[in-house]
């Protein structure tokens, strides 16, 4: 399995970014694997910044609900994260991640493949 990251860069405070993350590599289909977008900043632990399931359940850190949105699309077996009224304290390194197991959801999904990480960047 394999899961590429892109779309991080450099914005000010307010401003907007949109991830992605194409996969490829799946024994069984892209759509039957639960996905999650994690941050890590320097310094700090890894934090499961949203999540998506096979039915397209939903769900995110409380730090950013509201102004993040999680989607995939199956076709293209690919996820995003769009990211509004980004702040500061959003700077991180960005990965997506894939549930091993096929049929999970954002409860019970184990990440076992990641992908290689994209910076985001916010400055005040």
């Known amino acids: 399995v394999q899961l590429v990251d892109s779309g991080g860069g450099s914005v000010q405070a307010g401003g907007s970014l949109r991830l992605s993350c194409a996969a490829s590599?799946?024994?069984?289909?892209?759509?039957?694997?639960?996905m999650g977008w994690f941050r890590q900043a320097p310094g700090k632990e890894r934090e499961r910044v949203a999540c998506?399931?096979?039915?397209?359940?939903?769900n995110y850190a409380d730090s950013v609900k509201g102004r993040f949105t999680v989607t995939r699309d199956n076709a293209k077996n690919t996820l995003y994260l769009q990211m509004n009224s980004l702040k500061p304290e959003d700077t991180a390194m960005y990965y997506c991640?894939?549930?091993?197991?096929?049929?999970?959801?954002?409860?019970?999904?184990?990440?076992?493949?990641w992908g290689q990480g994209t910076q985001v960047i916010v400055s005040s």
């Open positions: 998506i399931d096979v039915d397209q359940l939903t």
């Open positions: 991640a894939a549930g091993g197991s096929v049929w999970r959801t954002c409860s019970n999904v184990q990440y076992n493949y």
């Open positions: 590599g799946f024994t069984y289909s892209y759509s039957y694997h639960t």
